[in-house]
């Protein structure tokens, strides 16, 4: 088939041709916005789900039902070690620029302004915000110095500005997994702040099942504020369609049996559906697309999966690292003890300690029960096994 018609996207975060599978959670996203812009309450949400199955799709699906609500939404993707006060400070502004524009703000807004200076001054003095008006920072607010205060003062002064302009704001949080527990107490410590005053201001985030662990009071703040729905593989009738409908609208079809070759091989993971689908189309001469041809893929599938998808996802380990990886896989794609994966490796589970704690720190695996670790990318370990030795200086 011609590829420059080629409808399948199998990039991070590319919006699919059809976006199957996923109406339970915009349903909820939008239920959201209307509740708390009636000035009532609803549970945010976080998603959580492995690499690959639609979370950053899913984030800008809401960022485009925000804005057909005219709600204000600004999005960030969460990165180790970042500036997270400036992070903050930076996409304040530009909600409260969506709020409103400058000339036509009100009392409310030009005391968020207010309060964004002193939060700015406070948290990044060096990359103090200008948000080009002359509005100078207000004493007693968001300047304490304690995150949990202060971003309860700006989230508050936010809050109120877009109530003042009947309109609402939402942030949008990518791999929130990489939050500091401290960032994620000050978040939720902020949030409970805007719900005791009702106000129309929430934050929606997704990342992977490793969310950042949290003690006590904001735990149970946590619990309240938010569900963690989790997303997964599409089932097997969504799947095919992921992968089917994107061609039909061109014209063309796949053959029942090869759709279901495309969809037992990928597990309903919607990156490798996409990937698939691209190659397919590439090769295919003629419609329908049958399922030798197919089979026929495989090897180009798992070639473009393994320089792209996986390669990413493997580099900046160190070889200790990548060599644990590959000893889990050798038990399997299940979630492995620790003192299984130190015996293939023939040493200890103390001595692995570190190394284990690294890659959970890296986000390459998750902790999905005591003692358990899993990989966060599905079928890593069909990777592992294609491309690297048990043994290094043994060939395979
Ligand atoms: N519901 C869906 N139906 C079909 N394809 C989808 C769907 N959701 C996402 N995709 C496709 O899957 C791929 C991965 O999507 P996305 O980047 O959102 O995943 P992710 O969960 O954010 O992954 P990561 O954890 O690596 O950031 C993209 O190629 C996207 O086009
Ligand atoms: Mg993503």
């Known amino acids: 088939m011609d590829p420059r018609l080629n409808p399948y996207t199998p990039n991070a975060g590319a919006r699919p041709p059809a976006l199957v599978g996923r109406d339970h959670q915009l349903l909820g996203f939008e239920v959201l916005l209307e509740r ?8 945010s949400m976080i998603i959580t789900g492995l690499r690959g199955v639609g979370k950053t799709v899913l984030l800008g699906a809401f960022r485009e039902i925000a804005l057909k609500l005219r709600w204000a939404a600004v999005e960030a993707e969460i990165t180790r070690h970042g500036d997270f006060g400036e992070r903050i400070a930076q996409l304040t502004r530009r909600a409260l620029l969506q709020v409103a524009p400058r000339s036509r703000w009100r009392e ?8 964004l200076q002193s939060f700015s001054l406070t ?3 060096e990359g103090a915000i200008s948000l080009g008006v002359d509005i ?5 607010l968001a300047d304490s110095g304690s995150l949990v205060e202060d971003l309860s003062d700006l989230f508050v002064a936010l809050g109120e500005a877009a109530r003042e302009h009947e309109t609402g704001v939402v942030f949008l949080f990518d791999e929130v997994q990489f939050l500091e527990v401290r960032e994620f107490e ?9 719900v005791q005053r009702s106000l129309p201001i929430t934050m929606v985030g997704a990342g992977l099942p490793q969310i950042p662990r949290l003690a006590g009071e904001a735990k149970s703040y946590a619990e309240r504020l938010f569900t963690f729905p989790t997303i997964g593989p599409l089932p097997a009738p969504a799947a095919a369609e992921a992968l089917t409908s994107p061609a039909a609208a061109l014209g063309v079809s796949f053959a029942p049996e090869a759709a279901q070759r495309v969809v037992d091989y990928t597990q309903g993971y919607p ?19 049958d399922p030798q041809l197919v089979t026929a893929c495989v090897e180009l599938v798992e070639a473009k999966l393994d320089g792209s998808f996986f390669r990413v996802r493997a580099e900046r380990t160190t070889e200790l690292e990548l060599r644990y990886l590959r000893a889990m896989a050798e038990l399997g ?23 284990r704690s ?15 670790a899993a990989f966060t990318v599905p079928q890593f370990d069909r990777y592992m096994i294609r491309n690297h030795s048990l043994r290094p200086g043994i060939s395979r």
């Open 36 to 43: 708390l812009r009636g000035g009532g309450t609803e549970q």
């Open 108 to 115: 409310r807004a030009r005391r968020a302004a207010a309060c």
């Open 123 to 125: 948290f990044s003095p």
């Open 136 to 140: 100078d920072a207000v004493e007693g």
């Open 186 to 194: 000050a978040l939720i410590a902020a949030l409970h702040r805007t």
């Open 271 to 289: 990156y490798f559906l996409q990937e698939y689908g691209k190659t397919v189309w590439d090769q295919a001469e003629a419609s329908p697309i």
């Open 333 to 355: 794609s299940e979630p492995q003890r620790a003192s299984d994966v130190a015996r293939v490796l023939r040493r200890t589970s103390n001595q692995l300690g570190p190394t």
């Open 358 to 372: 690294r890659l959970i720190e890296k986000g390459l695996l998750y902790t999905p029960g005591f003692g358990l």
